[in-house]
DNA sequence: ATTAATCCTTTTAC
DNA sequence: AGTAAAAGGATTA
C-alpha cells in the first residue's frame, strides 16, 4: 500500500531513530515494526510511505501524521537552540504506542542504555510473547498481561531485568488481576493519569511521563532523564526558578520536587507540546557530535 | 584487552 | 521533606 504524505511534513528514520521505540528493526530499506498483534513493513520514498501489513487508517494513527506540525513546532520554537533541533529533524513525529507494552518498556528501561533496553524486551517477547512470521521472517509479539502476570521473578530475571523484574511482575499481575484498562487512561487528564501510572510498581515520575507522551497523547508530558538534565542546566540555566540550578548541581539525583519544577517550567515555557520539545532536545542532544 | 563509567531511575531507608 | 545508597548488567569510553 502507499500513502502521498502531500503537505504533511513527516521523516520516518528520525522518528524511529529518536528512542521512542525500542522494537523496530531496519533491515535494507524496510523497517519492520510491531503494536499489539500488528505486524507490518513501512519504508519512505520521497514524498511517499509504502507498506505492508496493516491499512492506511493504522499507518495515520501510529504515526500521528493527523498532528499538525507545522503549529506544533511554531509553539515550541521558544529560542535558537530548539530552533537548531525542529530545522535537522524536521519531520520528526510522536508514535501512538500501545499503553501496556509503553508501560512495561519504560519500566524495563529505567537506568539502562537504549541498546541494552532493545535487548532486554526482545528476550522478554521471544521468552513470553506470541511466535508469528510476516514476510518470511519470525517475529515475536509482546507478551499479553495474562502472561507477564503469571511470569516468575526468575524467568524475568533471565531476560536480563535484574532488579527491574520485580517491577514488571508486580505490575503485571496487578493490570491482570485488577483488570486495568490502561487505554481508559486516555480519556482522563494528564495530571490524574499521572497519578495513576505512579501507583504501579517501578513507575515514577519519568517513567508517568514517558508512558503518558509516548502512548496517552498527553503532549504537556515532559519527560527529564539525565540527557534533558543536561540540556536543562546548560541551556535554560537562566531561565529556570532561582536556586533551583545550584541546587540540581548540588547532587547527581533528581528528587520529585526537583523533577516537577523542571517539568513545571518545561510546560511553562514550551507551552501545551512540551513533550514534543522535549522529544527534538532529546535527540539533537544525543546525536550531536 | 581490561577496566571504569554510563545508562531515557525507582525504591528503600535514614 | 530531603538525601543517600542500592539495585544487574550491557554498552560505551
Known sequence: MKFELGDVVFDLD??????????????K?????????????????????????????????FFGLGDDLTKITQ???????????????????????????CLISFICATYKNIAAIEQTLFKMSQKYGEKCCFDGQTFWL?????KLAGASV????????GYRAKYVQVTAKRVWEERIDLESFRRLSYVEAKRRLFEFSGVGLKVADCVLLFSLE???????????????????????????????????SLSNAEYEKLG?????????????AQEYLYHYERTKK
Open 29 to 61: 530499506d524496510w523497517w519492520y515494526g510491531l503494536l499489539g498483534d500488528k505486524i507490518f513493513k513501512i519504508r519512505q520514498v520521497g514524498n511517499c510511505l509504502e507498506f505492508e501489513g496493516v491499512d492506511t487508517s493504522f499507518v495515520r494513527g
Open 75 to 101: 509553539c515550541i520554537n521558544k529560542d535558537p537552540y530548539i530552533s537548531a533541533a525542529i530545522k535537522q529533524f524536521e519531520g520528526l513525529r510522536l508514535i501512538r504506542q500501545d499503553p501496556w507494552e
Open 218 to 252: 498527553k503532549m504537556e508530558a515532559f519527560p527529564v532523564d539525565v540527557w534533558v538534565k543536561r540540556i536543562l542546566l546548560k541551556q535554560y540555566a537562566d531561565q529556570l526558578p532561582a536556586g533551583l540550578v545550584e541546587q540540581l548541581l548540588r547532587h547527581d
Open 154 to 161: 526468575e524467568g524475568l530475571e533471565a531476560c536480563g531485568l
Open 14 to 27: 528520525v522518528s524511529l531513530c529518536c528512542g521512542q521505540v525500542f522494537r523496530f528493526r531496519k533491515q
Open 264 to 276: 513545571t517550567f518545561a510546560r511553562n515555557y514550551f507551552g501545551a507540546y512540551a513533550g514534543y
Open 142 to 146: 509482546f507478551p499479553s498481561v495474562e
